[in-house]
């Protein structure tokens, strides 16, 4: 079993920075995937980044390249989200996930998080 509890989130003007955290206790192996989903109101929870938990190389989408870092700290079993040059559309429920793979399918994951709100608003 698997637990993943995030922190971090807030509200943020854009152009801004926040550092999501995602604590992970219990059974996980390093090959296992990692990873940040979204979901803003009305719309189906979204793939953000992710990596193994081992390293490698991230994903990202598309639209957070360059702004977003996925990393993780392995002695202190957290993943992070490092955000910057925040955007209204952003603006999101964040969650953690783990699967036993790496995919940007929400279907894949078999472990979440309670979700941390971002909102990035003048």
């Known amino acids: 079993q698997v637990q993943l509890v995030e922190s971090g989130g807030g509200l943020v003007q854009p152009g801004g920075s926040l550092r999501l955290s995602c604590a992970v206790s219990?059974?996980?192996?390093?090959?296992?995937?990692m990873a940040w989903f979204r979901q803003a109101p009305g719309k189906e929870r979204a793939f953000v980044a992710g990596?193994?938990?081992?390293?490698?190389?991230?994903l990202y989408a598309d639209s957070v390249k360059g702004r977003f870092t996925i990393s993780r700290d392995s002695a202190a079993n957290t993943l992070y989200l490092q955000m910057n040059s925040l955007k209204p559309e952003d603006t999101a429920v964040y969650y953690c996930a783990v699967s036993t793979t790496l995919a940007t399918d929400v279907n894949k994951y078999d472990y979440w998080g309670q979700g941390t709100q971002v909102t990035v608003s003048s």
């Open positions: 990596r193994w938990w081992w390293g490698g190389s991230p």
């Open positions: 219990g059974q996980i192996s390093s090959s296992y995937g």
